[in-house]
């Protein structure tokens, strides 16, 4: 992939136009907060925008040495989405304690365990999946996030982080064991019952 263009003039010369970052990446970077949050479209759109507020504060910071734009606009969705999901937990801590306090407070409003479980346990696997993903190094997160959430092959993959395809199997069987790694002990399951 091309690198976008850089802006001459006061900020040096290899500094990426912010204008230009946002308009060839937004859209691929809101695609995978919302993959990786499952939150509403506002809230998706407040991740991204902060994305590019950060980046615009840090865009002379990025080394090409270190990665791609693309990878460092990833590794910023990465600090973001791990933040998201620790509001997440602060507020379900908070519902948690409020029903523990109340509760019968719920009754009459709609009885929230007629669900079926394998609904529940569908919500709560995606939930899981998410903040395990969330937790992981951004090239990992990259890799996992593009090869098995958007279907990219792992080809194209090679292709764009300009490694060989044997590289390529490598650098994802090590993120696959480091997500089941950790999908293990936050979910205090062996991996094989959460691949079934």
Do not use: N
């Not at 308009?23 to 509403?40: C, E, H, K, Y």
């Not at 080394?63 to 734009?69: K, N, T």
């Not at 199997?169 to 999908?183: C, D, N, P, T, V």
């Amino acid at each position: 992939m091309d690198e976008p263009a850089v802006t001459p003039g006061s900020d040096g010369p290899d500094v990426p136009d912010i204008g230009q970052l946002f308009d060839r990446f937004a859209p691929l970077l809101w695609q995978s907060v919302r993959r990786l949050t499952g939150a509403g479209e506002a809230d998706v759109d407040d991740i991204v925008q902060e994305v590019f507020l950060q980046a615009a504060r840090t865009v002379r910071s990025h080394d090409p040495a270190r990665g791609s734009i693309q990878q460092w606009l990833h590794g910023i969705v990465h600090h973001l989405v791990a933040r998201h999901w620790r509001q997440r937990r602060r507020e379900v801590a908070r519902a948690r304690e409020w029903l523990e306090r109340h509760p019968t407070a719920l009754l009459g409003q709609g009885d929230l365990l007629d669900r079926p479980d394998s609904l529940l346990w569908s919500m709560q696997l995606v939930a899981l999946v998410r903040a395990t993903l969330a937790e992981l190094p951004a090239q990992e997160q990259y890799l996992l996030v593009h090869r098995y959430l958007e279907s990219v092959p792992p080809a194209a993959l090679a292709k764009e982080l300009q490694c060989s395809p044997d590289a390529m199997r490598q650098r994802l069987g090590r993120a696959r064991r480091s997500f089941l790694e950790r999908i293990q002990k936050r979910a205090g399951l062996p991996a094989r019952e959460l691949r079934q």
